[in-house]
Structure formats: structure tokens, C-alpha cells
């Protein structure tokens, strides 16, 4: 089993609609969860992290957790054609485990 | 606030021959990773750096090494590099100071021929 898994797409909504990201990970102890947009060409950018149970919201954006399911997921609201990009999901264990361990990511295209 | 700065950003090399990349921080981030990211295997984990000590590493040969300087930049090389060392190196900085939150270098594109 994967440590971080991510169906890989890719995922088209129409333009306005809710995405829904999905990542599961296989270990209890992870603290703390991230996900990045990544844009075709370019380097990973830090959307959202979470840590607690339950929701995070920022903006159209929302984060969910649930460790006794160890599920994460990343909704995004009024989806537009410029949230077309890779997520990734990743994972930090916590203490002095510094990395993250990405999943490999869900392509997401927004149609207009 | 300056994000995180990769140099070289394009690299062309050849198998056999060794490459050094370069990454400075963010201001204030005193933790340094770096990653490699391949279409097949995605975003995969080399080491991290924290006050100039590598605190972590990932399962990579050891001809991936890396440092870093008092001032936080960090350097990794690779030695004797392979067809299959091609990608895209990221280096990620944290300020560590509760979860991690790790931004992203533009990265450098290395091509082995």
C-alpha cells in the first residue's frame, strides 16, 4: 500500500461546479496534511494545510480530515478554468520527520 | 517577502559527469529540503537540512549528497549522473514552526544525455 494515495485523473468539472479531491494515507501517525497546486511546468504552491479533525475552509477553498478514516480531501468551490492544474496531497509525520510525502497527484481540468 | 531561489534553473549534462544546484531560502527558514519529481514516481523526498545538519534523508543512492551554509542556502550534488537522474529538483523551505508548511523553488530542470 501507498503511503499517500491520489486518484490520478483526471477529474473535469464544468465551470462553476464543486470539485472534490480525494487523498487517503496509511500511516496513524501523521500530523498534518497539505495540499499544493500544481501548474503544468511549474513548481508546487502551498494551498491549504490541516491538522484538526473536521473542516478548514479559505475562500472557495475547503479542507477536510478525518484520521479514523485516515482521509483528507480538498473541495473547491465556483471552480474556474484557472483551478486546472495537478493537486497533491501530502503528509507530514510530525516531529523530527521534516518531509513531506506527497501522493502522485489528481489532474484537474475546469471546463468553461 | 522573497520566495525560495533555485539556481541553475536549466541544466544539460551528460552521463558520468556531476551537477551542483543551489537554493536559497526564505528569509528567516532555517530548514531546507529537497525533493525530485519524475512523471513516473512523482514528487520523491532526497534530504533535509536544519542548521547546517542534514536532520533527514530519503532512500536515494549516495551519489546524492547535499550541505547547508550558516546563512540557510543550501547546495546538492549529484556525482556520476545517470540517464535516469533527469528531472525536475525542487527545494523546499519551512520555518518549522509548528506544521511544516513547505513552499516551493521554481526548481531546476536537469537533463542527462
Known amino acids: ?8 485523473g483526471p477529474l473535469s468539472v464544468p465551470e462553476g461546479a464543486i470539485a472534490s479531491l480525494n487523498c487517503t494515507y496509511s500511516d496513524r501517525g501523521s500530523q498534518s496534511f497539505f495540499w499544493y497546486r500544481q501548474y503544468s511546468g511549474k513548481s508546487p504552491e502551498l494551498i491549504m494545510f490541516i491538522y484538526s479533525n473536521g473542516d478548514k475552509e479559505d475562500g472557495r477553498f475547503t479542507a477536510q480530515l478525518n484520521k479514523a478514516s485516515q482521509y483528507v480531501s480538498l473541495l473547491i468551490r465556483d471552480s474556474q478554468p484557472s483551478d486546472s492544474a495537478t493537486y497533491l496531497c501530502a503528509v507530514n509525520k510530525g516531529g523530527s520527520q521534516g518531509n513531506l510525502i506527497f501522493g502522485k497527484g489528481t489532474k484537474l481540468s475546469v471546463k468553461p | 517577502k ?5 539556481t541553475p534553473r536549466y541544466l544539460i549534462k551528460t552521463r558520468g559527469q556531476q551537477v551542483t544546484l543551489s537554493c536559497s531560502p526564505i528569509s528567516g527558514h532555517r530548514s531546507v529540503s529537497w525533493y525530485q519529481q519524475t512523471p513516473g514516481q512523482g514528487l520523491q523526498f532526497l534530504f533535509e537540512y536544519f542548521s547546517e545538519t542534514q536532520r533527514n534523508k530519503g532512500n536515494f543512492p549516495g551519489r546524492f549528497s547535499g ?12 556525482s556520476t549522473l545517470e540517464l535516469g537522474d533527469s528531472a525536475l529538483y525542487l527545494c523546499a523551505s519551512s520555518g518549522r514552526e509548528s506544521y511544516n508548511e ?12
Do not use: D, I
Not at chain 1, 1 to 8: A, D, G, L, R
Not at chain 2, 102 to 113: A, K, S
Open chain 1, 1 to 8: 500500500q501507498k503511503e499517500v494515495e491520489q486518484n490520478s
Open chain 2, 67 to 78: 550541505r547547508q551554509f550558516s546563512n540557510s542556502r543550501s547546495e546538492m550534488n549529484v
Open chain 2, 2 to 6: 522573497a520566495g525560495v531561489t533555485q
Open chain 2, 102 to 113: 513547505q513552499f516551493f523553488g521554481p526548481g531546476t530542470r536537469l537533463t542527462v544525455l
